[in-house]
């Protein structure tokens, strides 16, 4: 009986961990394209003129990337400071998205490349909330680099007690090969507010008065820090000409938890279901988890005009949110091609009974 149980045993570890190893996803690994660990500028202070690219830091300190600037001389300080970074980029590349990885920060940043926002995390003060815990890593497009000329990270740092500064991690530049990647790019900043409301997903609702969140990126480290419910993200767009003839595919990556998207005022896709009352909603499948390509049907996408996205979202534990890419519009041949080339096995019987 002992012996039967011991295989019983054995064999649902081994349905586990064989499950595991084959779930389906988008987890692809990334490659280093450039390592930016050394020596910054750094200044104390607060001057949003910082994140200019053409700013003169001539005069600047320099202190070692990672470490805690306490470390790195500036012991004692707490408030608010400044890093910047040149660097070349590789001319060679030819890919279409680049991720900058900058760790751990201690407590909050915005970070620019080029004097373009890619990345936040927490909130400044007077509404401070820490994010000393969040891992950054920005996607950015490529299209943001100068490929034959100087190049300027520009990060803005608050921290509130101890330590300071980016932190920690393996601090660089890096891509994934043979990335599924938008060919029209809507990452970076989406409209966003708290609450329920139907009239929010249409095109002529007036949200000038939204709060702006960085997409993709949780609404718990831009913050929202333990905020559960529903939320809402708007974003108005053009179609370059390049898609405006072609069947295309909305991404909307993935998202914590379940979520309805509404192109033009009409829903367009879904995943999990969301009721008016949130009790009634449940996230037993892994919702978060699963990536989100929404096909879109003819004649919706207006051309030479405005478009916008609609994103409903409910969030019932941790987290929250549009919180990994690609986010975009991508013609469905491309969509499938990628698929169909990275077919993952979906259970443990392809693991041992791959007739192919």
């Known amino acids: 009986m002992k012996t039967q149980t011991n295989i019983v045993l054995n064999c649902l570890t081994a349905i586990l961990f064989f499950g595991l190893l084959t779930q389906t996803g988008l987890a692809q690994k990334k490659e280093r394209l450039m390592n930016l660990k050394g020596y910054w500028k750094f200044s104390i202070g607060d001057d949003m003129n910082w994140a200019n690219p053409s700013y003169n830091d001539d005069k600047w300190e320099e202190i070692r990337v990672p470490d805690y600037w306490e470390n790195e001389g500036f012991y004692g300080y707490n408030g608010y400071a400044w890093y910047r970074k040149h660097f070349t980029f590789p001319d060679d590349f030819n890919g279409s998205m680049v991720y900058l990885q900058l760790g751990a920060i201690?407590?909050?940043?915005?970070?620019?490349?080029?004097?373009?926002m890619v990345g936040v995390s927490g909130s400044f003060p007077p509404n401070y909330e820490t994010a000393y815990n969040a891992w950054r890593n920005y996607p950015v497009p490529v299209s943001y680099f100068k490929k034959n000329g100087d190049?300027?990270?520009?990060?803005?740092?608050?921290?509130?007690?101890?330590?300071?500064?980016?932190?920690?991690?393996?601090?660089?530049?890096?891509?994934?090969?043979?990335?599924?990647v938008a060919e029209e790019n809507l990452e970076g900043e989406?409209?966003?507010?708290?609450?329920?409301?139907?009239?929010?997903?249409?095109?002529?609702?007036?949200?000038?008065?939204?709060?702006?969140?960085?997409?993709?990126?949780?609404?718990?480290?831009?913050?929202?820090?333990?905020?559960?419910?529903y939320a809402w993200y708007r974003?108005?767009?053009?179609?370059?000409?390049?898609?405006?003839?072609k069947k295309l595919v909305l991404m909307m990556g993935k998202i914590d938890d379940l979520d309805e998207v509404y192109l033009n005022g009409k829903l367009v896709g879904s995943t999990g279901t969301m009721y008016d009352n949130p009790a009634r909603n449940t996230h037993d499948n892994n919702e978060y988890d699963q990536f989100r390509g929404y096909y879109l049907p003819?004649?919706?996408i207006k051309a030479n005009e405005d478009n916008v996205i609609a994103v409903r979202v409910w969030d019932g534990y941790l987290y929250g949110g549009i919180y990994q890419g690609p986010v975009g519009?991508?013609?469905?041949?491309?969509?499938?091609?990628?698929?169909?080339n990275n077919k993952s096995k979906k259970n443990i019987f392809d693991v041992f009974f791959d007739w192919n």
Do not use: C, H
């Not at 740092?157 to 393996?170: N, R, Y």
């Not at 997903?201 to 969140?213: C, G, I, V």
């Not at 469905?332 to 698929?339: A, L, N, P, R, S």
């Open 106 to 116: 201690d407590d909050i940043d915005q970070t620019y490349l080029n004097g373009k």
């Open 151 to 180: 190049n300027v990270i520009a990060v803005r740092v608050f921290d509130s007690q101890l330590g300071g500064g980016i932190a920690s991690g393996d601090i660089g530049l890096y891509f994934i090969p043979n990335e599924l």
């Open 190 to 229: 989406w409209k966003f507010k708290t609450g329920d409301n139907t009239e929010w997903k249409q095109n002529d609702f007036n949200d000038n008065n939204w709060a702006t969140l960085m997409v993709p990126g949780y609404w718990e480290s831009q913050g929202y820090k333990d905020y559960d419910g």
């Open 235 to 245: 974003k108005a767009f053009r179609v370059p000409k390049g898609l405006s003839n």
């Open 298 to 300: 003819d004649g919706l």
């Open 329 to 340: 519009l991508i013609s469905q041949e491309k969509y499938i091609k990628f698929w169909r």
